[in-house]
């Protein structure tokens, strides 16, 4: 199969660092260790999300400053971090020290509004009141000021250091990483305020229903609003669950195939009061799922696609299934791993090349 309408120039994952409550070491390990085989056989960035009260990765900082120092080519993200927890400038402090020890590889991706499990954890994250709290994208927006690294007060402000007088500024500066900002976009409302204020836009397999029950026409919908709004010459990295099971065995397989039956229903309808539609799992055969993708409305307008791991899953489940996209899938949308990327390869696992 040759596609002629889709190209792809980058392909990466979003993996859900999942881990046993009572053994959290050695499922943060396991997920480093699957951000290193990504690395290794070719994926061009690795992202995961930040999770609150739950047996996943709650500092998405902390668990890639550590695979800052595990990985050296593939670009790291969060996808994303609900702000409205955050201090906008020691969240900045902590992202710009990850993104200096990856020599540059970070990309942020964050949202705004009402953060998830606020009645449990508000009153122990903000002093006092914390119902009138600010939850807006101002939180957004002075957060990436803050990584923009001006110095703060006037040309004659200066404070002392151990090494002399030094004018104040965010420390340390991370040049560039303000360009790498994204926003996880889900309505309209949101992709506008990304195009208008300059961030790359994250969307993915779940969104919000506005005057549509269709999936793909609210989704395409958002595009064209997020790029009349300024977002034209920005990144768009568009999420799909994707699940090939061409090299699982025959248990797996039917695994597969009901972890994605068991949400097939959710499909099928607007849920809930903000009308969140979701796109079916791409659950198959490579051939089947890239018979799909073909016929995705949204693909041939983006040339970034983002792998989306379930959360059920086994760490030897997520390397075949990276190991079947890199193979059979991602080849078909004109991806291909560098010389360069295959050396490196080789360098790190002989049998990988």
Do not use: C
Not at 26 to 49: D, H, K, P
Not at 207 to 218: K, R, S, V
Not at 230 to 254: C, E, N, W, Y
């Amino acid at each position: 199969m040759t596609n002629h309408k889709i190209s792809i120039d980058h392909i990466g994952f979003l993996t859900p660092g999942n881990y046993a409550s009572d053994d959290p070491l050695a499922g943060l390990e396991q997920t480093l260790r699957l951000l290193e085989y990504g690395e290794t056989i070719g994926f061009a960035s690795a992202w995961v999300r930040q999770r609150h009260l739950e047996p996943g990765i709650s500092s998405a900082a902390a668990f890639l400053a550590a695979a800052t120092q595990r990985t050296d080519r593939i670009q790291l993200g969060t996808a994303v971090i609900p702000i409205g927890y955050e201090n906008p400038y020691r969240l900045a402090e902590d992202l710009s020290t990850v993104d200096v020890l990856s020599r540059g590889r970070l990309n942020v991706g964050l949202s705004a509004g009402r953060p998830p499990h606020v009645d449990l954890i508000g009153p122990l994250a903000f002093d006092g009141d914390w119902s009138a709290y600010d939850f807006s994208h101002q939180r957004v927006l002075r957060f990436a000021g803050n990584l923009r690294g001006e110095f703060l007060g006037d040309e004659y402000t200066v404070i002392k250091t151990p090494f002399g007088p030094q004018r104040p500024r965010l420390q340390p500066h991370a040049k560039g990483l303000a360009d790498r900002l994204w926003y996880g976009g889900g309505s309209l409302r949101s992709a506008r305020w990304a195009g208008e204020n300059g961030f790359n836009l994250l969307i993915g397999n779940v969104t919000t229903g506005e005057q549509t029950d269709d999936f793909f026409e609210a989704q395409a919908r958002q595009l064209e609003t997020y790029r009349q709004a300024g977002g034209t010459s920005r990144r768009v990295a568009l999420g799909r669950v994707i699940v090939p099971f061409d090299g699982a065995d025959a248990s797996t397989r039917r695994r597969y195939l009901d972890y994605a039956a068991g949400r097939h229903e959710r499909t099928l309808t607007p849920q809930g009061e903000r009308r969140t539609l979701f796109a079916r799992d791409l659950v198959g055969t490579s051939e089947q799922i890239l018979e799909r993708l073909l016929a995705d409305p949204i693909l041939p307008h983006v040339r970034e696609l983002r792998l989306e791991l379930p959360y059920e899953f086994e760490q030897d489940e997520y390397r075949q299934i990276l190991d079947d996209v890199v193979a059979r899938i991602a080849p078909e949308f004109g991806w291909s791993r560098t010389n360069d990327e295959i050396g490196k390869a080789a360098s790190t696992n002989p049998a990988a090349a």
